[in-house]
């Protein structure tokens, strides 16, 4: 038996939609006087996401163009350049190791301030034994100085000077005190003193000092050798013993390479001898081969 649909019944199967629809409105209807809470949930879901706050990177300003960052690189190298040149003062927080080595004072555990840095553990120990006993026997006290390089003064005895005023203020502590400067990029140094130090010293080893050891051996780098040789020539002048005397110099003078005018004259006239001849000999031979060759016939 065959069935006959109506289209009427068909018309679930083939809309969906619209029978889901009827059927929620129905119970919808059904269900209208309760309060739906997820209904408020949504909305104010809904309204938190709508105004979120800003992040901080976006709030702050950008540059807008290329200007901005030209003038923030300029200003940096500005303030590089004012940090870099800008003049040391000496007075207050001066960085330069010169001026660190007068407002420290005197060494009070040694006799050295070797603030170039040149000197070895041995060389000071044995600085130290030497001006010790001295000063334990003579009441003579002699300190050593190593700097790189003076900013502040001249030369190395005005920087002395200058140390001993500042370590020694009055004439009664600075009497029987010495300074003994090594400066080691300008290869000199100096020596100052006291009244009592230089009449013990005398004048003549101060400057034999000054100008054979300090700066002969300093030009050979051997600053350890050229500070302690120095001390004990001191004291041994302090002693009233002879003079060691100073370190031997080395003759680096070089030959020249250039001619004396008596070799260039006698070179030349040799000279003149052998291209004298040559000419001699290329003009006759020809000439006595034409006049042999001539005979002949």
């Given at each position: 038996?065959?069935?006959?649909?109506?289209?009427?019944?068909?018309?679930?199967?083939?809309?969906?939609?619209?029978?889901?629809?009827?059927?929620?409105?129905?119970?919808?209807?059904?269900?209208?006087?309760?309060?739906?809470?997820?209904?408020?949930?949504?909305?104010?879901?809904?309204?938190?996401?709508?105004?979120?706050?800003?992040?901080?990177?976006?709030?702050?300003?950008?540059?807008?163009?290329?200007?901005?960052?030209?003038?923030?690189?300029?200003?940096?190298?500005?303030i590089?350049?004012?940090?870099?040149?800008?003049?040391?003062?000496?007075?207050g927080?001066?960085?330069?190791?010169?001026?660190?080595?007068?407002?420290?004072?005197?060494?009070?555990e040694?006799?050295?301030?070797?603030?170039?840095?040149?000197?070895?553990?041995?060389?000071?120990?044995?600085?130290?034994?030497?001006?010790?006993?001295?000063?334990?026997?003579?009441n003579?006290?002699?300190?050593?100085?190593?700097?790189?390089?003076?900013?502040?003064?001249?030369?190395?005895?005005?920087?002395?000077?200058?140390?001993?005023?500042?370590?020694?203020?009055?004439?009664?502590?600075?009497?029987?005190?010495?300074?003994?400067?090594?400066?080691?990029?300008?290869?000199?140094?100096?020596?100052?003193?006291?009244?009592a130090?230089?009449q013990?010293v005398?004048?003549?080893?101060l400057d034999?000092?000054?100008?054979?050891?300090l700066?002969?051996?300093?030009?050979?780098?051997?600053?350890?050798?050229?500070?302690?040789?120095?001390?004990?020539?001191?004291?041994?002048?302090?002693?009233?013993?002879?003079?060691?005397?100073?370190?031997?110099?080395?003759?680096?003078?070089?030959e020249?390479?250039?001619?004396?005018?008596?070799?260039?004259?006698?070179?030349?006239?040799q000279?003149?001898?052998?291209?004298?001849?040559?000419?001699?000999?290329?003009?006759?031979?020809?000439?006595?081969?034409?006049?042999?060759?001539?005979?002949?016939?």
């Amino acid at each position: 038996m065959e069935t006959i649909l109506s289209p009427r019944s068909l018309s679930p199967l083939f809309n969906p939609k619209s029978s889901c629809s009827k059927t929620l409105s129905s119970s919808s209807s059904s269900i209208q006087p309760r309060s739906n809470p997820l209904f408020l949930t949504k909305t104010i879901n809904c309204t938190l996401k709508k105004y979120q706050p800003q992040s901080l990177t976006s709030s702050l300003p950008k540059p807008t163009s290329w200007l901005s960052h030209a003038q923030q690189g300029l200003a940096a190298l500005a303030i590089t350049l004012a940090l870099n040149f800008s003049p040391l003062l000496p007075g207050g927080n001066a960085s330069a190791s010169e001026f660190d080595v007068i407002n420290e004072g005197p060494p009070k555990e040694s006799y050295v301030v070797d603030d170039a840095g040149v000197l070895s553990r041995l060389t000071k120990s044995d600085l130290k034994r030497l001006l010790t006993d001295l000063e334990s026997r003579k009441n003579i006290r002699i300190n050593f100085i190593t700097v790189r390089k003076l900013t502040s003064k001249a030369d190395a005895f005005e920087y002395a000077d200058q140390v001993l005023e500042r370590w020694y203020p009055s004439v009664e502590e600075g009497n029987n005190k010495g300074i003994v400067v090594l400066v080691t990029s300008q290869k000199e140094g100096a020596i100052t003193g006291g009244p009592a130090f230089v009449q013990a010293v005398g004048e003549t080893i101060l400057d034999a000092t000054v100008a054979e050891n300090l700066p002969v051996l300093a030009t050979e780098e051997k600053y350890n050798e050229a500070v302690y040789s120095s001390a004990k020539r001191l004291v041994a002048a302090i002693d009233g013993l002879p003079d060691t005397g100073g370190p031997l110099t080395k003759d680096n003078k070089r030959e020249s390479n250039f001619k004396t005018r008596e070799e260039t004259d006698e070179k030349r006239g040799q000279f003149s001898l052998v291209v004298g001849g040559l000419l001699v000999i290329a003009f006759v031979v020809p000439m006595a081969q034409y006049y042999a060759y001539v005979s002949r016939k």
